[in-house]
């Protein structure tokens, strides 16, 4: 018995040093593409995405969106769950937004995801990961009628994936780092995002119409102003007030128009240059917004 926990020891340090080689091999291929280069990573970053992922060694938001260090923010834990009092994700949300100035947050969920399909089943899992998985449960007991529709397990966990995925969404805009942000003029977007182990690629979720409207009036917050307040913060064009649930409808519509306006101009207008793309874009959003 020593003797195989021995063995089997050698053979999980063997593996462990494989990795630190990786690093090694790493560092040359960097180098050798650029000598400077993590002398330039070192000097800061400048993400402009923050993504709130699955700890799930099979989706590694770099690799799978060919972004390099320095340009995702990234939070990650079992089956990427938004929970209002968690004081990790909170503080990465924070520092995300108000530190980072970033206006990109995505949520991203996968098929094939062991906390979902753990959290389908009544085995226990332990006790702390009970507790965790019982968030998942109350999207599972929300939606359970869509999701036990489909006849295949493999279909019913994918389904739970999205409805897991809309749901966060849903707690990122009830979260009042992101609500504040939209009442000082910090236009944040939030994306939910399905990637896809099977295949390689990544999902959007349409998400706007899984917004019940009375969400808003539950979990709105009204913020005192700030004392020193510039004139485009809290007010419309006209100078009028802005109510903290008229800001977050505005992002949300322009966050939605501008992803269907560039998808319409670049499905129609493939010759035009970006330019005049985005003029035409603004000008669209512009309108629309101010109805
Ligand atoms: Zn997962």
């Known amino acids: 018995?020593?003797?195989?926990?021995?063995h089997e020891s050698i053979e999980e340090y063997k593996l462990y040093n494989k990795v630190l080689e990786g690093n090694k091999s790493y560092v040359k291929k960097k180098l050798a593409q650029d000598e400077d280069y993590f002398r330039k990573?070192?000097?800061?970053?400048n993400p402009k995405y923050l993504?709130?992922?699955c700890s799930d060694s099979r989706a590694p938001p770099n690799e799978i969106t060919e972004t390099?260090?320095?340009?995702?923010?990234?939070h990650r834990n079992i089956a990427n769950i938004v929970i209002p009092t968690d004081l990790n994700i909170n503080c990465v949300i924070q520092y995300a937004i108000e530190h980072l100035k970033v206006h990109n947050i995505i949520v991203m969920g996968h098929t094939c995801c062991g906390g979902i399909k753990a959290a389908m089943k009544q085995d226990s899992v332990g006790g702390l990961l009970d507790l965790w998985l019982n968030q998942i449960k109350?999207?599972?007991?929300?939606?359970q009628e869509l999701i036990n529709s489909f006849a295949e397990e493999d279909d019913q966990i994918n389904c739970l994936c999205c409805m897991n995925v809309r749901e966060q969404v849903l707690n990122i805009w009830r979260n009042p780092i992101v609500q504040k942000s939209w009442q000082e003029g910090h236009p944040v977007m939030v994306h939910g995002w399905l990637f896809r182990v099977e295949t390689g690629f990544i999902e959007e979720l349409s998400l706007e119409d899984s917004i019940p409207e009375e969400m808003s009036k539950i979990f709105k917050i009204k913020f005192k102003p700030p004392k020193v307040q510039s004139p485009s913060q809290h007010e419309d064009e006209e100078g009028n007030a802005i109510s903290p649930?008229?800001?977050r409808r505005r992002f949300q519509r322009m966050q939605?128009?501008?992803e269907t306006g560039i998808r319409h101009f670049t499905i129609h207008m493939q010759n035009v240059d970006e330019e005049e793309i985005?003029?035409?874009?603004?000008?669209?959003?512009?309108?629309?917004?101010?109805?």
């Open 1 to 6: 018995m020593q003797t195989q926990i021995v």
């Open 41 to 45: 990573l070192a000097k800061g970053q």
């Open 51 to 53: 993504l709130i992922g």
């Open 68 to 74: 390099d260090p320095g340009e995702i923010f990234i």
């Open 138 to 143: 109350l999207v599972y007991e929300k939606h």
């Open 245 to 247: 649930m008229r800001a």
């Open 256 to 258: 939605s128009r501008i």
């Open 278 to 291: 985005e003029h035409k874009l603004v000008e669209n959003i512009e309108q629309d917004l101010s109805v």
